[in-house]
């Protein structure tokens, strides 16, 4: 069975940080990428930063030089510094291998002004 397990969310001020981790295991077949999506209220659910089976790593326009993504084994993390009211939302983990994408259960994130 499939666990993605995320945390780390929370409420912060206009330029603090918070680190997302995401926990898997289970997922077979390896995987072809993995990151993090998020949804503002009333918005479609977008990508924030992925990371390849050949490490190469993407960010949104919106967020680069401000996250960071990391892997190390088992664990994906999201270092969000200089946060700003247009990253709130529900932070998601996924995990797409050559069958089907996998999600976390979400994680709450609010900047507050």
């Known amino acids: 069975q499939v666990h993605l397990l995320e945390s780390g969310g929370g409420l912060v001020q206009v330029g603090e940080s918070l680190t997302l981790s995401c926990v898997e295991s289970g997922v077979e077949f390896g995987y072809n990428s993995m990151g993090w999506y998020r949804q503002a209220p009333g918005k479609q659910r977008d990508l924030v930063a992925s990371?390849?089976?050949?490490?190469t790593i993407n960010y949104a326009d919106s967020v680069k030089g401000r996250f960071t993504l990391s892997r190390d084994k088992n664990t994906l993390s999201l270092q969000m510094s200089n946060l700003q009211p247009e990253d709130t939302g529900v932070y998601y983990c996924y995990v797409r291998n050559p069958v089907r994408t996998y999600w976390g259960q979400g994680t709450q994130v609010t900047v507050s002004s």
């Open positions: 990371i390849s089976l050949s490490d």
